[in-house]
């Protein structure tokens, strides 16, 4: 079947680098704590024809990072293409999309001007705080200075107009767009000007707006304040004042540590890692939090013990009813790092792990904490997260919208890793993940599909 897709003079050696399954633990596979335990071959471009869900640098800056700042416009300097990545595909990202729209001449011309024409007219036709401007593959190759033309926008609007050299092409995964986007960003750091309490901290790398509301609320409690959610939730007026707090809480280090780093460097801010997501990693959050904040104990433990004791009997029904189900995580690299834990608390067993970007330290540190036997694999491609999942048969697929129409045709109960309706962090959010779990695995739904798709 893979023939199909081999263009015209590409040799069959190439093709059957791609069947991992007959080279396991030498390719995209591996199974961990067995003979084949070394790390999966990761960290590497895509093949061209190898149809997988990676996505590109672009979506990394646009999307992920900058895609959750409150009333920016986003403007993307491409054809219209590229802005498929706008509001649908992450429903929490806000703001205004635009692209330059890139017809063939401007690439022969150049698109200068016509970018620097669309400034002015998106900064007329909406008050936002900040246009950000978007490099993409087409125009990053043709070498327009979208730097220079930001610039002198910038001093024509009256307001911060930043680009982003983040064209597709710059990085081999999503990966190396969130790094151009944090450096940038880090240019507006510092230019505001809060009052500040010794209490103040930044949430760096949460991206899911409901989490990150809860995961505010629930520090409130221990007497926490946080002064910018990086980047859900946030503005630009709390993105200028993230220099005032007194510790960053890195919530996903791969995507953002890169900025707590810099912090520190000029700032003098200490990180800490953590995350609140499932009953364990969320009380040692709230216990770090506070101990490096010099926070009285017995009221981070008082918080702890309510939260515990009002969600005891809703997680036991729920542990009893999904204990020994079947889970398969694709995600990206941190939350599949963030998940595992939580769905041991919930009884359920971890059969098979996908990333998208995972580099070999993030590889090294899933197969210490999965199971024996567990397949993980990186950046599969349609055919072969199929023939994984036939193989694993799961009682559940984790991931986000780029896999989840394979997943509904094979019949298997999906469910999206970010709470999208309610929030899945701190406790509460843990009993909704809970809930959404159980009612998925337990939809008839899923069996209609599968006699559908079996004749
Ligand atoms: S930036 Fe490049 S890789 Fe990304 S969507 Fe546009 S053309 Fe595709």
Not at 57 to 63: A, H, P
Not at 136 to 145: H, K, Q, S, V, W
């Amino acid at each position: 079947m893979l023939l199909a897709f081999l263009p015209k003079g590409v040799d069959m050696p190439f093709l059957m680098l791609k069947c991992n399954r007959k080279l396991p633990g030498r390719g995209k596979h591996c199974i961990a704590k067995s003979e084949e335990d070394i790390i999966p071959a990761c960290d590497r471009a895509t093949q061209p024809g190898d149809f997988t869900e990676r996505a590109c640098s672009f979506l990394g800056c646009r999307i992920v990072i900058c895609g959750q700042i409150d009333n920016v416009i986003h403007l993307v300097h491409s054809p219209i293409g590229c802005a498929y990545y706008s509001w649908d595909y992450r429903p929490d990202s806000y703001g205004y999309c635009f692209t330059t729209d890139m017809q063939e001449m401007d690439v022969i011309f150049g698109g200068e001007k016509k970018l620097f024409d669309a400034i002015l007219m998106a900064a007329e036709e909406f008050d936002a705080d900040a246009i950000f401007v978007y490099e993409t593959c087409t125009t990053g190759l043709i070498g327009d200075d979208i730097l220079a033309v930001a610039r002198k926008a910038s001093e024509v609007v009256g307001k911060p107009v930043i680009a982003f050299n983040c064209a597709g092409f710059r990085g081999v995964s999503q990966s190396a767009g969130h790094k151009i986007a944090n450096r940038q960003l880090f240019e507006l750091i510092g230019t505001g000007e809060f009052d500040s309490t010794p209490y103040d901290i930044n949430l760096i790398g949460d991206f899911n707006a409901k989490d990150a509301e809860v995961i505010e609320n629930l520090l409130n409690e221990i007497g926490v304040r946080v002064l910018c959610s990086f980047t859900a939730n946030s503005t630009i007026d709390r993105i200028r004042n993230m220099h005032k707090a007194k510790l960053n809480v890195v919530h996903c280090s791969r995507s953002s540590m890169d900025l707590a780093e810099m912090m520190k460097r000029e700032y003098g801010i200490p990180y800490i890692e953590a995350n609140f997501f499932g009953i364990g990693h969320c009380c040692d959050a709230l216990r770090k939090i506070g101990k490096a904040l010099g926070i009285d104990e017995k009221k981070v433990e008082e918080v702890i013990e309510n939260y515990l004791n009002k969600i005891k009997s809703e997680l036991e029904f729920y542990r009893g009813k999904l204990e020994g189900k079947k889970v398969f995580i694709c995600h990206g690299v941190q939350r599949v790092l963030y998940l595992i834990e939580p769905f041991r608390e919930l009884g359920m067993e971890i059969v098979g792990i996908a990333t998208y970007f995972g580099k070999q330290d993030d590889y090294e540190k899933i197969v210490k904490r999965v199971g024996e036997g567990t397949i993980i694999i990186d950046n599969p491609n349609a055919t072969e997260l199929e023939e994984v999942l036939l193989e694993c048969k799961p009682d559940l697929f984790i991931s986000d919208d780029r896999t989840e129409h394979l997943v509904h045709k094979l019949g298997i109960p999906f469910i999206k890793g970010r709470g999208q309706r309610r929030a899945y962090a701190g406790f509460n959010g843990f009993v909704n993940f809970a809930s959404d779990v159980y009612a998925t695995i337990n939809s008839r739904v899923w069996g209609l599909v599968r006699s559908v798709s079996e004749g």
